[in-house]
């Protein structure tokens, strides 16, 4: 390999690396931990003798989202003073011994599981431990230390996130939500080619991969997921502004093709192994229901391109129109050798009916 092209190929590496979303979130979180470290040794009063508390605070704030990071700072420091309003109680109705710690850490551990404390409720207990067994006889001061020093990390942790480029993942979703695309495009275009080689076909991948579609469905719902989450409190999503709810619409449409798409890969990789099930496919079918297949597989690679779905959609309604007549001239064969065809060719009408919709949402 020539030295210029290995250089280019290093340098779009390292790019991609620094430009990673979790080295900027180590970053920040790095930057947040030293500043909230230097800042802890000037709170005044009794919280100047517990400063190592703010980094923790801003180690646990700084999140992937601004919202995460809002939600997370704020249940954690109600769980700090919830979990020291219990130890008080230890202290003040009976004395810290293996028993009150016990119960109170117990009881600490039920609250945690509230819903209202869904980012930070392991502290309830954390505090109320910290403050029997390290605050002692010093339980009043280090409390406050302890409430004060975690609050100042929180907002630094806080602050930097949102003043140093709040993560904003609409990019991301848009590009898993086309890689979702192309996937099922690919395997449906496998699929087509496989009905008219040589049966049994060469190519069998395809009829082992339904349970990568359903992580990948996963997987995009989870991006789509964040992005809106990243879009909350965010000043940045006044400058990158993108209809989210779309989005959903569209992963909601995947999800549902998915499910057929795994339902035909079923049929068909049935008819041609006899495995999970018996099926039949007639020879002289196997083409019209390639072309079809194909055909539908064409419009995904439309929508991921953004051109005018009309014309794709309309060339796959002729295909599917021509199977069904082609199904319809099989007087001959058993009916229960032609249900697997009606059944794929149903999974394809269904698919091409939510890619009409879409078709007529987009042009609207």
């Known amino acids: 390999m020539s030295t210029p092209r290995s250089a280019a190929i290093a340098g779009t590496r390292v790019k991609a690396w620094i430009a990673h979303p979790r080295l900027l979130l180590a970053a920040k979180t790095a930057i947040a931990v030293g500043l909230a470290w230097f800042l802890a040794h000037l709170v005044p009063g009794v919280a100047d003798d517990y400063p190592y508390y703010a980094p923790l605070g801003a180690l646990i704030s700084v999140s992937p989202t601004l919202m995460t990071s809002v939600k997370r700072g704020a249940q954690t420091l109600a769980a ?21 710690i016990s119960l109170v850490v117990g009881v600490g551990v039920l609250i945690a599981g509230s819903r209202w404390l869904t980012a930070g409720g392991e502290y309830v207990a954390v505090a109320a431990l910290f403050v029997l067994i390290i605050g002692g006889q010093d339980a009043d001061d280090y409390s406050v230390g302890y409430l004060v020093q975690m609050a100042v990390g929180i907002a630094v942790g806080l602050g ?54 359903t992580e990948t469905a996963d997987r995009v719902r989870e991006a789509v997921t964040q992005a809106d989450e990243s879009r909350k409190l965010n000043p940045r999503a006044r400058l990158h502004q993108r209809n989210l709810e779309k989005d959903y619409e569209d992963l909601a449409d995947l999800e549902t093709m998915t499910f057929h798409v795994r339902d035909l890969t079923q049929v068909l990789a049935a008819a041609i192994w006899e495995s999970p099930f018996p099926a039949e496919l007639p020879q002289d079918l196997r083409e019209p229901l390639s072309d079809t297949i194909h055909a539908v597989a064409d419009v995904l690679t439309l929508r991921n391109a953004d051109e005018d779905l ?11 129109r021509t199977l069904l007549e082609r199904l319809d001239q099989q007087r001959d064969v058993d009916p229960s050798a032609l249900s697997p065809t009606a059944s794929v060719a149903m999974d394809l009408r269904r698919i091409l009916a939510i890619m009409q919709g879409s078709s007529t949402t987009a042009n609207a």
């Open 80 to 100: 700090l003073a919830i979990g020291i309003l219990l130890a008080g109680a230890i202290i003040i109705f009976w004395e810290p011994n293996v028993f009150s």
């Open 160 to 213: 930097v996130n949102l003043l140093i480029l709040p993560p904003l993942n609409t990019t991301s979703a848009v590009l898993r939500l086309a890689g979702f695309r192309s996937l099922l495009s690919d395997h449906l275009h496998d699929i087509g080619k496989a009905l008219i080689e040589t049966w049994p076909p060469v190519h069998e991948d395809w009829a082992g991969r339904s349970g990568t579609l």
């Open 310 to 320: 009309s014309e794709g959609v309309d060339a796959a309604d002729d295909a599917l």
